[in-house]
């Protein structure tokens, strides 16, 4: 085959470039790559770029494909000497960073490629799918070009992402693998045999604090990896979530004698134990090991919440998060309690989803399927009505990142030891459970350790869940102590950054635009919100009948004063009071006109107060904005209140002294409100008849339009029967 | 081996209706249509005395040559159709049983999403791999 030559060229290219700098050695590469590059254009002419941590990731994992015998020099050489001694084996062009593959003459074994393919919990016509892709069914083996698209093209596949050729051309967080602890758990049962992922070693040095410790336990990592991989699908880049789990696997293997920042290893260590005692079943391991490592991810989260994940469309940012929060609020103000599914309905249906798609949403969140929405489901349904609403499709299981004991611990993110044991709620435990005594979990993990060996069976699995489940439930009176904490958290979550809700991310944005329907945008509530309070309430009563719980309290300290200020102006210039109105007006035009009607009549109360000394700027202002209602009456309700005000005023200013009498002002006000109320529902009404009067009239023509063309239309039909008539007589 | 699975309204008529051979779905479709008889009229004869006392699972309603129908009804006379093909000798009555057990599972589960107007046709995801499990997996 044409593999054998460019494999021959690629060992003599090999030995070359470990010999050279990279200038020789991309030549040799290119000769070798360009023949592979030809037998390879035809099933993988796209080029594959990799990162550093892709092409590590990748190579250790084929590296320990092919492992079968002692190539564990090779690959730990591989991952040592990144730069040189490797030939590409695809043209220079497919190559992210001087990447280092292996030679075409290593193959990864098809069983293990194939256990490792199923480990990442792709179905299995998508994994057909892939081999199909990469190529490796036409070529016959799993080389590393095939293997690396294959790897490519399982990130694609998790991500959400169609499989397809192109899909790989973009930047993709590295594939998760579940279980594969199980094959190295059968395969190396020896600890000496495990070549590890070495890939969690890179990620350990990307990883901010406790990676250096990990350095001791490498050895034992080795192990590890296999834990690492993650099942659900759509997830963030899953490096700092492996890094963990090797690390606390490897602190089981060694014994547990590597003691480092305890309760990051209490946890990883109490974690692990899990893992391993589950890992030989198969349908367990999953569960426990997505709970693992979500919980390990949550823990993870604190530290990696500013450069990870920015693209992936299933985690909920702070910001969001405090948006759900704030909506749960407005529909349940007890955020432990939950939401009925009649209030969901009504709340959801107003993001203009259609059914099927909003009852598809609720079956993904509402995982325990009792019709009601905790808080974690309400983020979780919201989230997804929100990326559907971005274009987003909806995935086929709810992504981990919106499980609802993930959400749970990530709500309590800021007591970062909670976070860990939430994992357990998997296997029937409440959430927040916490482990502090480091020794008790230390004592569990011996025990699990010690029937690590024995061969466990599901019931053990599940003994040795209700093991540490006691055992962590003696160890957790403190636990209640969080539960009290949380909603404090949560407001002070939701309080502190209320204002930052108004920030520019586009998924913001684009729960604003969700939200229009529902609620209008706060903004332009501040053109009401003045300092009085009457204004708020007035708006509330206005919005509740509008049926729209998602209009929250505009933010209370700080539009009104900028508004107040505003005020002082408007006094000056006359425009500068009807502007901010109108533009307030259209979005909640029907609903507010009536309140504002009244907001006009409390507007106008504070205006003699706050310009009595300018009394005379007000009065000639009032002219002004009498005549501009004059001209434009529809559009402008305000202004023409204003204009019954003002004439009232006026009416009453005269009579007033120049004294900035506020008190004798308020007689009047009330006096005033009632008569103007008064013209202003009659205005209204004829308003409204007139309107009622032009549709009627249109109406009317129409329909008399139709009635002369069916007149038309019947004495053509009737001439013509009178045509035919005569025949049939006769 | 369950070849099709039906779930019939109040109203008697189908919510949910399901065949593994495409080919005879017709034929699966008239057999449920017709068990419906059999099914009020275990349901009348029974639910003399009180409702409470008449069992959900109905049994056997009756066989042919082919296969066996089974019936089951929810207290809100909302039924379950499930055509079994002789062939399969295991199967057992408890099998049966807890075959219809889940179905009413997850249609309750159906039932709990307030999207769903009872009446609709059902178009659960979960509900159709439930149902699809059941049939291939008894095959």
Known sequence: MEQGPAAAAGTAGAVGAAASASAPAAAAAAAAGSSLSGASAGYCPVPLPLSDSEQQCYSELFARCCCASATSSSSSSSSSSSSSSFVHPQPPSEVGRGAPIPGPAVTAG???????????????????????????????????????????????????????????????????????????????????????????????????????????????????????PISSPPSSPSNYQRVPLTYGYGKLRSGMDQMHAA????????????????????????????????????????????????????????????????????????????????????????????????????????????????????????????????????????????????????????????????????????????????????????????????????????????????????????DLSVDPATPKDLNTLRARPRSRSYSNTSLEEAMKRVEEPPTPPPRP?????????????????????????????????????????????????????????????????????????????????????????????????????????????????????????????????????????????????????????????????????KEANAVLARLNSELQQQLKEVHQERIALENQLEQLRPVTVL | MAVCIAVIAKENYPLYIRSIPAEHELKFHYTVHTSLDVVDEKVSAMGKALVDQRELYLGLLYPTEDYKVYGYVTNSKVKFVMVVDSSNTALRDNEIRSMFRKLHNSYTDVMCNPFYNPGDRIHSRAFDNMVTSMMVQVC
Not at chain 1, 415 to 429: I, P, T
């Open chain 1, 110 to 228: 098809a069983s293990q490629v194939g256990d490792l393919f199923r480990a990442s919990q792709l179905p299995a016509e998508t994994l057909h799918q892939i081999t199909e892709l990469c190529g490796a069914k036409r070529v016959g083996y799993f080389g590393p070009t095939q293997f690396y698209v294959a790897l490519k093209l399982i990130a694609a596949a998790q991500s959400g992402l169609p499989v397809r050729i192109e899909s790989i051309k973009c930047e993709l967080p590295l594939p998760r693998f579940m279980a594969l602890k199980n094959d190295s758990e059968i395969r190396y049962s020896n600890p000496a045999d495990l070549h590890g992922l070495k890939c969690q070693i890179p990620y350990v040095t990307m990883e901010k604090n406790s990676f250096k410790r990990m350095d001791d336990g490498e050895k034992q990592e080795t192990m590890s990896p296999t834990m690492s």
């Open chain 1, 525 to 689: 509530q501040k053109s009401h919100s003045r300092a009085s309070s009457l204004d708020l309430n007035k708006v509330f009563q206005a919005n509740a009948p509008a049926a729209k719980p998602g209009l929250l309290p505009p933010p209370p300290a700080l539009p009104p004063r900028p508004f107040v200020s505003q005020i002082s102006h408007h006094n000056t210039n006359n425009d500068s009071i009807s502007q901010p109105k109108p533009p307030g007006q259209p979005p909640g035009y029907g609903d507010f006109r009536l309140p504002e009607q009244t907001e006009q009549v409390s507007e106008i109360e504070l205006h003699p107060q706050l310009t009595r000394t300018p009394s005379q700027t007000e009065e000639s202002g009032s002219p002004v904005k009498k005549d501009l209602p004059h001209t434009q009456p529809p559009s402008k309700p305000i202004r023409r209140k204003f204009r019954p005000e003002n004439q009232v005023m006026e009416n009453q200013e005269p009579s007033v002294s120049g004294t900035s009498s506020v008190p004798t002002s308020k007689p009047h006000a009330p006096v005033q409100k009632q008569s103007s109320k008064q013209k202003k529902a009659i205005q209204t009404a004829i308003r409204k008849n």
């Open chain 1, 263 to 478: 309760p990051y290893e209490a946890r990883q260590v109490a974690l692990q134990q899990e893992g391993p005692t589950a890992g030989s079943h198969g349908s367990k391991p999953p569960r426990l090991q997505a709970s693992l490592i979500r919980s390990l991810s949550v823990e993870r989260e604190p530290q990696e919440s500013n450069n990870n994940y920015p693209d992936d469309p299933w985690r909920i940012t702070e910001e969001q998060r405090e948006y759900y929060i704030n909506q749960f609020k407005s529909l349940q103000p007890d955020l432990s309690s939950f939401i009925s599914g009649s209030l969901a309905k009504n709340f959801f249906t107003k993001s203009k989803l259609t059914i099927p798609e909003l009852s598809y949403i609720w079956e993904l969140s509402d995982v325990d399927c009792d019709g009601a929405l905790t808080l974690p489901e309400f983020c979780a349904a919201f989230h997804l009505i929100v990326a559907r609403k971005n274009g987003y499709p909806l995935p086929e299981s709810l992504p981990q990142t919106l499980q609802p004991d993930y959400l749970q611990t990530a709500f309590l993110k800021p007591k970062r030891d909670c976070a860990l044991f939430d994992s357990y709620s998997e296997s029937s435990m409440t959430v927040n459970q916490q482990p502090r005594d480091l020794n008790r979990i230390e004592k569990t993990s011996m025990k699990e350790k010690a029937e690590l060996t024995a061969p466990a069976q599901e019931a053990n699995i599940d003994d040795k869940q209700a093991l540490k489940i006691s055992s962590v439930d003696e160890a957790m009176p403190k």
